[in-house]
């Protein structure tokens, strides 16, 4: 089944972006897509997650999952984590990641954690 990496373009991580410079949420959507999508994961850019103080922030959702919303990631040291936390999502019936094996951000900066809807 397809997941999604939803992921905050808007995040600017509490800092001023100069004019004409590309706010570090666009920069992790960049590198993140530049790494590759890992099997079932699709990455897509959205323009919030209303956790504007605690960016760059990310999203995983997928039908009948439980959703994750993940804060203050770094463009240029969190991709692999991020890829591999989206690997092991994707790989989940359920979206529920044993804790041990997420990686390391994704135990320490979960922001939300949303079940499932009913169908």
Known sequence: MRVTLHVCTTCTAGRPVAEGGQAPGARLLAALRTAGAPAGVRIEPV???SACDHGCNIALTGPGRWSYVYRGL??????????????????????????RERPVIFRKQSL??????ES
């Open 47 to 49: 323009e919030c997650l």
């Open 74 to 99: 770094d463009p240029d040291t969190h991709v692999a984590d991020i890829l591999a936390g989206a690997a092991a999502y994707a790989a989940s019936p359920d979206g529920l990641v044993p804790w």
């Open 112 to 117: 939300a954690r949303i079940p499932p809807m």
